[in-house]
């Protein structure tokens, strides 16, 4: 059914429509909703799950962790600060592959403190084993949940998955949903069976001492499942449309790619930006276009060279750096394209909306401007030269 | 595909700590024992075994060569030798 849903509602139905046993969270701006929202449906006797308070981010990922041990459906949230001080834990979830979902709600890091929107908290632990999809608008949202349970529970994959939504943008901003019915959502994700679990009446070990001689084989497994989950993510996306009648790719979108001379990639809210200013420039003949990746970890990066080999020009939008070298997601799609015969002539990176900053139509135009010139490496967009000083002596004199 | 991720409870058996030993090992003499035990509760491996006085000695499988056992006997009955010694 159809609803005006705020998006941190929209992330509490999804969830509550999986039925996890357990739920751990701490608040933290902007994310605090969505747990206030299923904390209210346990209270209220609408949602049969365990929500267990706890002191830290790190307690939280920790209850999380060990109710999946247990064999139980768990879900989290968090932002920023709270994922950071996550970090330990969420290394150590994928590594005992422990299937979960989390929602990040994306949101800058500290110092300066910022609670406003981009990805350096998601982008920052991209190497933990986890697999991140970052979405573009409320519906995503609502799938990417009932997909990542069933994707991470998946027999062959056991992996826990990340939901990156933006932060305000998607966990404040209000928009039309299609809620499932829990029989829809029962019939494409069954109850949650795990290959093996924690239990006193049949005694094992879970995280236990891996020397020399065992440590890179488990690390190896992980690399070769996020193959397999590149695999398996159309199969669900197929699945997922037999169900509830909407159809993703679910790794990459192309939007207005074909016949197009000059190409953005993105990933997030401002997909639905880029989009706007496609079809404007489009409608003045420009052949502009759009390649939104969905799933950032693992990178299917073969889709995107098929996507992107045939485009002369080609720019990265980053939300996130990688101080001191190249931004993330640039260098990854230079990378793909790196001794290849087939490629575009210029792949040039951007970094913009740090902080919170707005990404307007503007500053999308200027990028496909900027695109026409030469090769650009990490050029911010909507910078203000006026606040930077060479010294700090003087500074407020 | 999945690593070496969990473990039925005794398989620290599979591990042979032995291979850590690296520069001496104990020697059990076997004369003046007491049968005190208090060899067998220091071991952090848990591989020394015996009854009667003078029968107690260690798998060597296991024997990381600590030291905890020959430091603890009251009867200095056990003592570290060089490994590869003929002692």
Known sequence: MKEFLEGSAAVARAVKLCKPGVISAYPITPQTHIVEELAKEIADGKLNSRFVNVESEHSAASVVLGAVATGVRAYTATSSQGLLYMSEVLFNIAGLRLPLVLTCANRSVSAPINIWNDHQDSISMRDTGWIQFYVENMQEIVDLHLMGYRLGEDKSIMLPVMVCMDGYILTHGIETVDIPTQEEVDRFLPAYKPLYKLDPQDPLTMGLLADPDYYMETRYAIQETHKDVVKLIPKITQEFYKVFGRQYNGLIEEYRTQDAERVIVGMGSVCGTIKDVVDELRSKGKKVGLLKIITYRPLPCQEIYEALKNIPKVAVLDRALSLGSYAPVASEIKAIFFSKKIKPKVISSFILGLGGRDITKDSIKEIFRLLNLKEKSGEFIDLKPELLRESIHGLDA | ?87
């Open chain 2, 1 to 87: 595909m999945f690593g070496p991720l969990i473990a039925k409870p005794g398989t620290a058996k599979n591990n042979k700590t032995g291979s850590w030993r690296i520069e001496v090992r104990p020697k059990f003499l076997q004369t003046n024992c007491i049968a005190c035990k208090m060899c067998v509760l220091v071991c952090p491996e848990g591989c020394i075994t015996g009854g009667e006085k003078n029968t107690y000695i260690c798998d060597y499988a296991f024997c990381k060569g600590c030291g905890s056992c020959a430091m603890i006997c009251p009867k200095k009955d056990i003592i570290m030798v060089k490994e590869g010694s003929r002692e």
